[in-house]
């Protein structure tokens, strides 16, 4: 009991979701010594989702795999390939079958409305009663604090993630920038050799929404807000991160090659906000300005940037999307002065 009791105390030690889910098979592989243990999650749009490998920790191994957040759709797995998984994560039930000399057990995971990820364990020999009841136990409690930290870091109206998460996702993937061209490496940091990693943050803004308000009432601004999250998810990758900052604001973090294909994702959900027809309020627009994340960056100094392209935005008429350094070069709006993230939050 009190080898579970440390491995409960390690899980929920965690606010950081990757951790969680690498301590997570540690905990489970520690307690039943299986071949294997892993995390898999349905991720991509309905009818092309693919498995995402979380984790995934063998006997002998020191650290656990798992695919890169980045990866893209097409370098998964279909759900197709892995039908067991499927019927597991569907039905919401147990699985336990012989595989390949042993036994194989299939664990969902639920949210709170879906069942969108399977954890699975292949052992040599069969998991008994308590020891599946202990499974489930621990995968409850996961379930549960995972339910907590999304209390806690996503908007209660929308679902996406909220302002105060934003500022320790945006400085870690600020730390994957390679430093500027002429600065060295420190000594023995190699991290960033031969990495080409392109971040970008970007700013939307809907366009007359106080006007929304006052026409409509609160309750359908709401709506609206509500609607325009779900085109957001609909227009971003699966591991694009999604802000609402507050009011009709949000904000997006996103990796991509370059400038180009990151104005194609927000023309796209430009154009699709446009073509929506919003239930009572009609037709609405939204102004979109993002900017290259720098290294060094602080979150007020790159907000600043992009929010200075949305204002151009929309003091060019609105339902526009602009590139910071693009307007930058044109000479159409001067460099952004440094702001501290205290002005900023």
Known sequence: MSEVVDQLAELTGFRDRDVMDVTLVMALRDLLEPESVAIYRAVGEPGAERWLTRAHLRAGDAVAAADPLWATPESLPPLGAHPLRLEAMRKRAVTQLPHEGGWLYLFPLATERDAVSVIEIQSLRPLGAASQRTVSSVLRIYHNFQGL????????????????????????????????AGRELLSGDRRHEG???????????????????????????????????????????????????????????MRCDDDTHAGEAFERLRVNTERY??????????SIGFTDMRAGDTPAAAFERADKAVYHAKSSGRNQVHNYAALLARGLIREATQLSDVELF
Not at 156 to 175: C, I, P, Q
Not at 277 to 286: D, Y
């Open 195 to 253: 990495v080409q990693t392109h971040y970008v943050l970007g700013v939307i803004d809907i366009d007359h929404f106080k006007s929304v308000n006052d026409r409509f009432g609160h309750l359908i601004g709401d709506e609206v807000l509500l609607l325009l999250s779900r085109l957001m998810r609909g227009s971003f990758r699966f591991h694009d991160l999604l802000y609402r900052f507050g009011g009709e604001e949000f904000v997006v973090l």
């Open 277 to 286: 027809l919003f239930p009572q309020v009609g037709r609405i627009t939204v």
């Open 149 to 180: 930290l999304d209390y806690s870091e996503r908007d209660t109206l929308t679902g996406l993630l909220n302002r105060k998460t934003f500022d320790e996702s945006f400085l870690k993937l600020v730390s994957e920038l390679p430093p500027p």
